[in-house]
């Protein structure tokens, strides 16, 4: 299955600023997944990243707030912007392998 | 009502006992099932995927699907404290991309030396 390398592992960060969450995969993927885990909760998808087109966001997610790159198939990014506290959560990535889906180790989010 | 049910827990368990985890759900066209584990501060790991109905064993792991009742189990034989963590079923409809992952809301499992 493939491996992810997810960054950083953590950040604390100011409301109104964004930080930008990088996803490095081992081998080339159609499709990379961003999820957002909220704290007790399970995953809720935020996107899915096609390389050369634009993501495609779930209900209640919308580009300006978490925008995402996909410059080549290996790699993503996301993004969260104009961050408030309740952007306080662990993001991950995720991508299909054939096998189940694996994700990255996490970036928990704390907003200040 | 979820598409998909999973009791939150925390299960406490001695070490040594058998450990039975379930989900439920309601979309009849979900054919792959999944089992996560997520220890505290990481992302999820996958420890079973299993395709249609029927058992699926891997060590001390079983995964059970049931079609029928739209249930699936995850069993821990001989659990380890070192099984602590919270534990996530997840289907999809299909096995590519192109078919979203819904989860469960997890169970927090504690194995007690």
């Known amino acids: 299955s493939a491996v992810i390398s997810q960054k950083p592992s953590r950040d604390i960060c100011q409301r109104g600023t964004s930080l930008t969450i990088q996803c490095q995969v081992d081998s080339q993927v159609t499709m990379m997944f961003w999820y957002r885990q909220q704290p007790g909760q399970s995953l809720t998808l935020i996107a899915t990243a096609n390389q050369g087109s634009e993501a495609t966001y779930e209900s209640g997610f919308v580009i300006d707030k978490f925008p995402i790159s996909r410059p080549n198939l290996t790699f993503s990014t996301l993004t969260v912007s104009n961050m408030s506290p309740e952007d306080s959560s662990i993001y991950l990535c995720?991508?299909?392998?054939?096998?189940?889906?694996?994700f990255g180790s996490g970036t928990r989010l704390t907003v200040v | 009502q979820k598409e998909v049910e999973q009791d939150p827990g925390p299960l406490s368990v001695p070490e040594g006992a058998i450990v039975s985890l379930n989900c439920t759900y309601s979309n009849s066209a979900f054919q792959y099932f999944m089992w996560y584990r997520q220890y505290s501060r990481k992302g999820p790991e996958l420890l079973m995927y299993?395709?249609?109905?029927g058992n699926k064993e891997d060590g001390r792991f079983t995964a059970q699907v049931d079609k029928s009742s739209k249930y699936i189990s995850l069993f821990i034989r001989d659990s380890q404290p070192s099984d602590s963590a919270t534990y996530l079923c997840?289907?999809?409809?299909?096995?590519?991309?192109?078919?979203?992952?819904?989860f469960g809301g997890g169970t927090r499992l504690m194995v007690k030396p």
């Open positions: 299993t395709y249609s109905s």
């Open positions: 995720s991508v299909e392998g054939g096998d189940g889906y694996t």
């Open positions: 997840a289907m999809s409809a299909g096995n590519n991309a192109g078919n979203m992952l819904t």
